[in-house]
């Protein structure tokens, strides 16, 4: 049996981070209550933004033109890349606004449970990347979770090809565990200054 198109709508909403099925239903019903002030407006700019908003084929940011606002950018350091592991970790830098290098967005980290290995991300656009520029110092900005940790050693290792790049990593204030997006402007800021040296 098909199911309704409330059914639909509360199943397609249940599907986005951090909601269930309860909360996902009294997103369903609001908007439902709200067809022409809220729903309406939401379908539109879902569309627009399917339509308008691609993926960076330099960095992996979100923008409307490839390459991105960040990568086109003239008054950018070219040469320090920060490599993060979502884009939520790359406007959380843009938000503080310390770092005027580039990025790359690696689309995760790894792991063996969720089944993520080096194919899954994107190393090897890293490292064409880097092939191709004059690039002096690669920054792991990558989470401190064992996932987060394992990806910058497996990272660190490939970039040993590349003698002269410095690759460092966030330093102190970043808590074991602890998530970029998640962390304050203060936090994040002292671990970024503080970056050291991997051996």
Request: aromatic share 6%; proline share 3%; net charge neutral.
């Amino acid at each position: 049996m098909e199911k309704s198109p409330i059914d639909k709508l509360i199943n397609d909403i249940s599907k986005l981070p951090g909601l269930g099925r309860r909360s996902a239903e009294r997103i369903a019903l609001f908007l439902l209550k709200n067809k022409n002030k809220l729903l309406l407006p939401l379908v539109e700019t879902l569309n627009q933004s399917y339509e308008k908003i691609i993926e960076c084929s330099n960095c992996g940011n979100l923008d409307m033109q490839n390459p991105c606002n960040i990568c086109r950018n003239v008054n950018r350091d070219t040469t320090t890349i920060c490599i993060v592991e979502d884009v939520s970790d790359l406007w959380t830098f843009e938000k503080v606004g310390f770092y005027r290098g580039l990025y790359h967005v690696l689309g995760g980290s790894l792991s063996a449970i969720q089944g993520i290995g080096t194919d899954e991300l994107k190393i090897q656009n890293l490292l064409n990347r880097i092939d191709n520029k004059n690039i002096k110092e690669i920054i792991l900005a990558l989470s401190t979770t064992i996932e987060g940790q394992t990806t910058s050693f497996v990272i660190a290792d490939k970039l040993e090809q590349f003698g002269h790049i410095n690759v460092t990593k966030l330093a102190q204030g970043v808590p074991m565990g602890g998530e970029v997006h998640y962390l304050d402007e203060n936090t994040l800021n002292t671990a970024f200054q503080s970056r050291k040296k991997i051996t």
